[in-house]
Nanobody
Framework: VQLQASGGGLVQAGDSLRLSCVAS????????MGWFRQAPGKEREFVAA????????YYTDSVKGRFTLSRDNAKKTVYLQMNSLKPEDTAVYYC????????????????WGKGTQVTVSS
């Protein structure tokens, strides 16, 4: 599975941004998808995940109520809508995928895309 993320950029605090991630390759089967992020000098952390049919979503506490993750399986794409962005959201965001829901929130997740930079200025 290959993952191509896009949509990062430089915004001001309070602004919105939408990240997209397209999956390609061996994408058959139930593929959970999500996002991690890594801020400078910090460890990579889980952000959000969505199950194959979109019936389950999971968010880290710091983004609940501000970020919304959705998916379009016909397009093999997930979207991370980020609203009310804060400077502490500044990080490289990585798209991830795994056929095991129980692993999608952990660093052991199977597939990683290249990151996209999100910078939020105060």
């Amino acid at each position: 599975v290959q993952l191509q993320a896009s949509g990062g950029g430089l915004v001001q605090a309070g602004d919105s941004l939408r990240l997209s991630c397209v999956a390609s390759g061996r994408t058959s089967g139930s593929l959970a998808m999500g996002w991690f992020r890594q801020a400078p000098g910090k460890e990579r952390e889980f952000v959000a995940a969505v199950s194959w049919m979109g019936s389950n979503t999971y968010y880290t506490d710091s983004v609940k109520g501000r970020f919304t993750l959705s998916r379009d399986n016909a397009k093999k794409t997930v979207y991370l809508q980020m609203n009310s962005l804060k400077p502490e959201d500044t990080a490289v965001y990585y798209c991830v995928a795994d056929r095991h829901w129980g692993r999608i929130t952990t660093i052991r997740v199977d597939h990683w895309g290249k990151g996209t930079q999100v910078t939020v200025s105060s």
